[in-house]
């Protein structure tokens, strides 16, 4: 007896997954208050905002995905909004009608007739693969050749803008063992004053806690020049994205040029742009994000060439709900070593989590959720509350 024939939707006889063709593909947006002022070089949050798929399947079953982008269009091309209007109006209608195993083919069926738009791309993928994975009765993870961990170690960002609130924030969060890598928002004050933060509470903080920066792309390359020497002095470990995406030659500059670490992350949009770093030396380590990739696929591409390239890995996030966090975190458990772990916080900065069992953080980890798919179900009360058209009946469940 084949083992195909305990999986959901296969065929007793045959051992070939069943037909299941997609037939209905929905989209809302959620806008969820934050814990606190998140505050980066370009904006600060204070609501992250999600656009939450649902697709439905002609044998019954239901796959569900994220697409979220960080400050509305301040930190890059795609808002909440523009997410919803291209899968509502360009990808869903040309997915209608097939066949829903077919993941790699949808996949290409979207490229062929939607340029860039990666996020709204990553959440209808998302939902393909967790469907799938349901009726395989199997972990995403297994779709992309089977998780090798169980929990990933997870950095926490300070990012009010205060030192003392910082420092405060820090220290409990190594009290609980949630955290003990930090990173800090810095870029929207002069290079001299970011070093002065960073340094006290390095200083504070000592051995108990690593310590990285994010600039967002703020700096110039003489301030990050001087920025990245003033970092390096006074204990910092890694710098992300210190300059503009598009600029790999200071980027590579700036690699060859310090002993800090520094890390690609708005300069990474799929597996192009993460040949494009390598082949420039434009970095030392990848931020890889889902969504930022264009999806699972994409993203698996993308740690790939790091891989090959040997770079260090870091697994980013989007400040995604829990839904996109445990998305990436089934794909993410696939690679043996993240050497500079991830930051899949996004679930705890929000005042209220969406999933009806929330992500474990622990010992200073993000456990793996374990079930089929991606292994995350909605709690479709928050879902109903936080929706922006709280007027409409249904609910993504």
């Keep these: 007896m084949p083992i195909l024939q305990t999986y959901a939707n296969v ?23 934050t814990i ?32 979220t ?79 090798v961990t169980s929990e990933m ?17 820090a220290q409990k969060m190594i009290a609980m063992r949630r955290h003990n890598i930090f990173k800090l928002k810095i870029g929207k004050r002069s290079v001299r004053e970011d070093v002065a933060h960073v340094g006290r509470i390095k200083k504070a903080i000592g051995d108990e806690g690593s310590i990285r920066v994010d600039i967002n792309q703020a700096w110039s390359l003489a301030d990050a020049r001087w920025g990245l020497k003033g970092l390096q002095d ?23 040029s310090y002993e800090i670490a520094v890390m690609a992350d708005e300069a990474l949009n799929g ?17 890889v994000k889902v969504a930022q990739s264009g999806g699972l696929k994409r993203a698996s591409e993308v740690l790939a060439i790091g891989q090959a390239a040997g770079f260090g890995l870091y697994g980013g996030t989007m400040l995604e709900t829990g839904l996109g966090t445990a998305a990436a975190l089934q794909l993410f458990s696939t690679i043996e070593t993240f050497r500079w772990g991830t930051e899949l916080f996004g679930p705890l900065l929000l005042t209220a989590d969406i999933l009806a069992e929330p ?39």
């Design 359 to 397: 992500i474990v953080y622990q010992d200073f980890c993000v456990k793996l959720p374990v079930g089929p798919g991606i292994a995350a179900g909605l709690d479709p009360d928050k879902v109903a509350f936080y929706r922006r058209d709280r007027e409409r009946t249904s609910i993504v469940i």
């Design 36 to 67: 606190r002022g998140h505050v980066l070089s370009m904006a600060t949050m204070r609501i992250q905002t999600a656009v939450l798929v649902q697709i439905k399947f002609s044998d019954g079953s239901v796959g569900i995905g994220e697409g």
């Design 153 to 169: 170690p997870v950095a926490w960002t300070l990012a009010s803008g205060n030192s003392d609130t910082d420092i405060a924030e």
């Design 271 to 287: 597996p192009e742009d993460a040949l494009a770093v390598a082949t420039d030396k434009a970095a030392d380590v990848l931020a």
């Design 69 to 147: 982008t960080i400050g509305g269009l301040s930190y890059g091309p795609e808002s909440p909004e523009g997410i919803r209007s291209a899968i509502d109006t360009y990808i869903a209608p040309v997915l209608h009608g097939r066949c829903g195993n077919d993941v790699n083919g949808a996949i290409q069926c979207i490229d062929k007739s939607v340029k860039g738009n990666r996020i709204a791309k990553s959440a209808v993928e998302c939902a393909l693969w967790d469907a799938l994975g349901k009726r395989l009765a199997v972990p995403v993870a297994q779709l992309f050749g089977g998780s």
């Design 234 to 256: 006074v204990g910092c470990e890694l710098v992300e994205q210190p300059v503009q995406a598009r600029d790999r030659m200071a980027m590579a500059e700036l690699t060859s």
């Design 11 to 33: 065929d007793p006889y045959t051992g070939v997954l069943t037909l299941s063709k997609i037939e209905l593909i929905e989209t809302i947006i959620l806008d969820i208050p």
